[in-house]
């Protein structure tokens, strides 16, 4: 981390576009995940960085510490895993939540009331549940639109417009958006751009070398990456850091000492696996693409995507979701998501482990009945990294 205080729009602008980020540890991602905030321990030399079970800190002297009070402020797990995060997506820090939608609470608390926000109209059901539901009624109003129609997007602009907010790839629809053109949009009118990052990683894309301002991650998913952690993190500039962990310290969401431990472990492996579950994805689109039972496949990296261009230039490999629909309506998809062994029945995504689940009953119930639509007979994948050629002939049999 830097610590400069003085971060403007512009030069956050300036960021380098190389798919490894800034080199600005000397060393290339998959080394960074691996070594960054992650020394050797001093006092025994552990290659591990230790999971610093305790509430608080012994202090030498009266209003004097060693770096660490109270543990709700800082824990040492944590501040390794906001280094590691900070780095892996160019920025100059990270601030670590309890769950995703922790971090963006404390996005939205960055607002006051009056203030308006510009949303994709396809968002995670749950960050449309908290602005619609929560912070609305304090005051923030929020319109959404589809954030590929960069005119509707400027349409969408008031006066009060302080926050844009993307998703790309969208969930559940795979959307792709233009984040420098959003950017563009946003600067120009005086507002900010936050980007939930969770489909993509910094592994394959990283918000910020694009003009975003904020980024957003469910780190349960492919940053945990084995679905045995619930978390979150918000990258973005020193000072905007400052407010957030202000924030967070004031409000309370903090991740424990264990999750911040089982998310750093994750992380020194998500390359590897971002390679592997972009792989297997993109075998798996192109064994269905052809299938009788299945209509309006979705994966960014099929030539027909409308997105496909946009996703290559902007990302490094096309991710391990894959969105589709069964031919025969909600019952028969339904009884596919059912009927496969290998993917499992369950919401949430990211893991190792390959899962299946039905966005308009599942995921995005909260949804229903809102401008947030997803078809009723459209079936999500994460796809894992198991053996391809055994997750095509489970989803296969599956569909027969
Ligand atoms: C899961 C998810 C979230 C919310 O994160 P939690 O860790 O479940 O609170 C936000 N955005 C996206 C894209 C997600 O998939």
């Given at each position: 981390?830097?610590?400069?205080?003085?971060?403007?729009?512009?030069?956050?602008?300036?960021?380098?576009?190389?798919?490894?980020?800034?080199?600005?540890?000397?060393?290339?991602?998959?080394?960074?995940?691996?070594?960054?905030?992650?020394?050797?321990?001093?006092?025994?030399?552990?290659?591990?960085?230790?999971?610093?079970?305790?509430?608080?800190?012994?202090?030498?002297?009266?209003?004097?510490?060693?770096?660490?009070?109270?543990?709700?402020?800082?824990?040492?797990?944590?501040?390794?895993?906001?280094?590691?995060?900070?780095?892996?997506?160019?920025?100059?820090?990270?601030?670590?939540?309890?769950?995703?939608l922790a971090g963006e609470d404390a996005i939205f608390r960055l607002l006051s009331p009056g203030d308006h926000v510009v949303m994709a109209n396809d968002v995670y059901g749950g960050t449309?549940?908290?602005?619609?539901?929560?912070?609305?009624?304090?005051?923030?109003?929020?319109?959404?639109?589809?954030?590929?129609?960069?005119?509707?997007?400027?349409?969408?602009?008031?006066?009060?417009?302080?926050?844009?907010?993307?998703?790309?790839?969208?969930?559940?629809?795979?959307?792709?958006?233009?984040?420098?053109?959003?950017?563009?949009?946003?600067?120009?009118?005086?507002?900010?751009?936050?980007?939930?990052?969770?489909?993509?990683?910094?592994?394959?894309?990283?918000?910020?070398?694009?003009?975003?301002?904020?980024?957003v991650h469910s780190t349960t998913k492919y940053i945990g990456g084995h679905s045995d952690v619930v978390g979150g993190a918000v990258c973005t500039d020193a000072a905007t850091a400052e407010?957030?962990?202000?924030?967070?310290?004031?409000?309370?969401?903090?991740?424990?000492?264990?999750?911040?431990?089982?998310?750093?472990?994750?992380?020194?492996?998500?390359?590897?696996?971002?390679?592997?579950?972009?792989?297997?994805?993109?075998?798996?689109?192109?064994?269905?693409?052809?299938?009788?039972?299945?209509?309006?496949?979705?994966?960014?990296?099929?030539?027909?995507?409308?997105?496909?261009?946009?996703?290559?230039?902007?990302?490094?490999?096309?991710?391990?979701?894959?969105?589709?629909?069964?031919?025969?309506?909600?019952?028969?998809?339904?009884?596919?998501?059912?009927?496969?062994?290998?993917?499992?029945?369950?919401?949430?995504?990211?893991?190792?482990?390959?899962?299946?689940?039905?966005?308009?009953?599942?995921?995005?119930?909260?949804?229903?009945?809102?401008?947030?639509?997803?078809?009723?007979d459209l079936l999500r994948l994460s796809v894992g990294i198991e053996d391809v050629n055994d997750l095509i002939a489970d989803l296969e049999s599956a569909l027969a």
């Open positions: 981390m830097t610590g400069e205080n003085d971060e403007t729009p512009d030069r956050r602008g300036d960021r380098p576009r190389s798919p490894d980020g800034p080199p600005r540890e000397g060393h290339r991602f998959d080394t960074r995940a691996i070594h960054v905030g992650q020394d050797p321990e001093p006092a025994t030399g552990a290659v591990v960085v230790p999971i610093y079970q305790t509430s608080t800190f012994a202090q030498p002297h009266v209003g004097e510490h060693l770096g660490y009070e109270y543990a709700r402020t800082g824990n040492p797990t944590r501040t390794a895993l906001q280094e590691c995060l900070a780095s892996l997506e160019g920025t100059d820090a990270a601030v670590c939540f309890a769950s995703g449309w549940r908290q602005i619609a539901q929560v912070h609305a009624r304090w005051g923030i109003e929020v319109t959404a639109v589809d954030l590929a129609d960069l005119d509707a997007v400027a349409a969408a602009f008031r006066d009060t417009t302080r926050l844009l907010w993307a998703e790309t790839p969208s969930n559940p629809l795979l959307k792709i958006l233009d984040l420098a053109a959003l950017a563009e949009i946003a600067h120009d009118r005086g507002a900010r751009l936050a980007a939930d990052n969770t489909f993509a990683t910094p592994y394959l894309q990283q918000p910020t070398s694009l003009g975003a301002d904020l980024v407010e957030l962990a202000f924030l967070q310290n004031a409000v309370g969401a903090v991740p424990g000492p264990f999750d911040a431990w089982l998310t750093l472990r994750g992380v020194k492996t998500l390359g590897v696996r971002m390679e592997r579950h972009s792989a297997n994805a993109a075998r798996i689109a192109e064994a269905l693409v052809e299938h009788p039972k299945v209509t309006g496949l979705r994966y960014p990296g099929l030539a027909d995507h409308p997105a496909h261009r946009l996703a290559a230039r902007q990302m490094r490999a096309f991710g391990g979701m894959v969105s589709f629909q069964v031919a025969g309506g909600i019952e028969a998809a339904k009884a596919v998501a059912e009927r496969t062994e290998l993917f499992f029945l369950a919401e949430s995504l990211g893991g190792v482990e390959s899962l299946i689940e039905h966005p308009g009953l599942m995921t995005h119930a909260s949804v229903a009945g809102t401008e947030l639509q997803v078809p009723d």
